[in-house]
């Protein structure tokens, strides 16, 4: 009988542990970063993105989604820029947006959306969202054809980086104190 008393306890931790893997398995695929919304009781001051990519989800990694809650304040801009991975579908949940985006040909294509209207952004191209009404801040969600879409936001990535401030000037055939300017705004 004491050597049955070894083998039930290793039985009931070999169980235990069992269980124990499952429940961290199952809690893999499910991510609850987006609860915070739920019960948010302010809007945010400025433009806000919460997403779920395989940054924040690792479980995305290899499932060719991920998906973002984009909120916007009065008279707030997600400022033009590009997803070098994937189209990005936005559905306007609340509010309304002004919206575009630029095609291969430098054609600008621009919308105003309403609640319930949904707007696709092809891949890699810039394009934008804004909030023109002043009293209304709309909530749209993204979801993107790929887990790691990736974000170059056009601003930060010509203006906040290393980029020589003379080769700026002459790209925009303007002078560098123009660009210096532009770049103290976005430091700020």
């Known amino acids: ?97 002004e919206v575009g985006f630029v095609d291969t040909t430098n054609k600008l294509f621009t919308q105003s959306l309403q609640a319930g209207d949904m707007f696709i952004f092809p891949k890699g191209l810039v394009h934008y969202q804004y909030n023109a009404d002043p009293n209304n801040p709309p909530i749209a969600i993204s979801s993107f054809g790929s887990a790691n879409a990736g974000t170059v936001s056009l601003p930060k990535t010509l203006f906040a980086t290393s980029i020589d401030d003379t080769i700026l000037a002459k790209s925009f055939e303007t002078d560098v104190s123009t660009i210096q300017a532009l770049k103290a705004g976005l430091a700020s």
């Open 1 to 97: 009988m004491a050597s049955r008393i070894p083998t039930m306890k290793l039985l009931s931790l070999v169980l235990s542990s069992f269980v124990i893997v499952q429940i961290a398995l199952a809690s893999f695929f499910t991510y609850t970063g987006m609860r915070v919304l739920v019960n948010q009781s302010t809007f945010p001051a400025n433009f806000t993105i919460l997403k779920a990519s395989m940054v924040e989800f690792p479980a995305l990694n290899g499932q060719s989604v991920s998906y973002a809650v984009l909120q916007y304040p009065a008279s707030s801009l997600n400022p033009p820029h590009t997803h070098p991975r994937a189209a990005e579908l936005l559905f306007l949940v609340d509010g309304s947006l």
